[in-house]
Every structure is written in C-alpha cells, then in structure tokens.
C-alpha cells in the first residue's frame, strides 16, 4: 500500500518571502502521479499542481513549483513570493497511473505573515 | 462547467435523526468519492465508485453510513441514525480514471449533530 507523509504539520513565512513544503512517499510502483492540492479556510479543496513520476523536469505553475527526487520518493512543494491568499492548508497526494483512488498526506498549515 | 456540486452546504440536526448528503459530479467524471474531515482524524476516504460501482468502501466507519450511486450524475451518503460524532465536514470528489486523476472536490457540506 502507497504512504504519503507530511512531516510539517504547520509552518509559517513572511509575506514575498519563500517557503518549501515537504512530502515523501512509499511506493513500488515505477508510474504514478502525485499531487499537490490547497484548502484555504474557505474549505475549497483545489489543485495547485501535478507531476507525472515519468517526467524527470519539475512542474512549475506561476509561483508554485515541485522539486520532485523520484530515487527518494520526496516531492516538495516550493511557494515562492508567498501571498496572504497563500495561508492554506496544503496536502500532498499519491495516484498510481490509471488507479481510482488518491492517497493523501496528513496535511500541512502555512500561515503567510503580513 | 459548474464543479462538484453537493447538497446542503450545512446541515443542523439532533442526534438519532437521518442525514442525507447529495453530490452531483462533473459531467464525463467516472470516479467519485465522499471523504471526511475533522480536525481529530484529518481527511478520510470513506468510499469511492468507478462507473457508478463501489470499489472501496472499507472506510466506511460503521452500518451507519451508507452511501448510493444510482447513476453517473447523483450520489448520496446517508447516516442513520446520526450520532454527535458523526459532525465533520463531508466532501465529495470526481475524476476521471484514465489521465491523471486528479480530483476535483465540491465545497463540502458541514454537519453538525446535537
């Protein structure tokens, strides 16, 4: 069974300063997807990127980036010009290809300081 | 497209009484998910369909909780009796199965029982 671990249950950052956010995962599957969604206090559930585990390059979205190290299972979310809107609850997730279900992580609360 | 849309947003009701909790998918989706979240216990999977067949229901907490797909646009997840532990936010997802399978969560219905 895949595992998903989020070893910071809460962090905080400065306003236009950046943070990472760390996940690492146990599988012994070679393809899969992972995931990275946001839940701001309004509770909307959204995603904010993806990687495919067959793609060496990092996904980026505007201010949002993955460092993904496929040999050690760790796929970090790195949020760069942190923004108040940021402050969420950010859970990392684990999809094998072509599967139903995610896996996700315990969650991890960034707080962005004015 | 509208999302995942559920049904109600919040629900107040005394212990003993029925819940009914109701999600419409994104049209196409073939996946669908009802998970729980409560600041104990985190977000859970409690069950999920694939063509409108449950797949895994093993997080389903006890016979009190049933949950429903009677075609590709509805489903239900019915508590009876409801208990005051059952509050949480209740969350239904969509994806589709082939592809990335990144899900799309509706806004959650909060309940509450007294």
């Known amino acids: 069974a895949q595992t998903v671990t989020q070893s910071q249950p809460e962090m905080s950052v400065q306003e236009a300063e950046t943070v990472t956010l760390s996940c690492t995962y146990d599988?012994?599957?070679?393809?899969?997807?992972l995931f990275w969604y946001k839940q701001p206090p309004s509770r909307q559930m959204i995603l904010v990127i993806r990687q495919e585990a067959y793609k060496q390059q990092n996904a980026t979205e505007n201010r949002f980036s993955v460092n993904f190290q496929k040999a050690a299972k760790s796929f970090s979310l790195k949020i760069s010009d942190s923004q108040l809107g940021d402050t969420a609850m950010y859970f990392c997730a684990f999809s094998r290809t072509n599967a139903g279900k995610s896996t996700f992580g315990d969650g991890t609360t960034l707080t962005v300081k004015p | 497209d509208a999302g995942v849309i559920q049904s109600p947003r919040h629900e107040v009701t005394e212990m003993g009484q029925e819940v009914t909790l109701r999600c419409k998918p994104i049209s196409g989706h073939n996946s669908l998910f009802w998970y729980r979240q409560t600041m104990m216990r985190g977000l859970e999977l409690l069950i999920y369909f694939n063509n409108n067949v449950p797949i895994d229901d093993s997080g389903m907490p006890e016979d009190r909780f049933s949950a429903k797909m009677p075609n590709a646009s509805f489903s239900t997840l019915k508590i009876q009796p409801s208990e005051p532990r059952d509050s949480a936010v209740y969350f239904c997802a969509s994806s589709l199965t082939s592809g990335y399978n990144e899900q799309f969560f509706g806004p959650g219905t909060r309940l509450t029982v007294l």
């Open positions: 599988t012994s599957e070679s393809n899969y997807y």
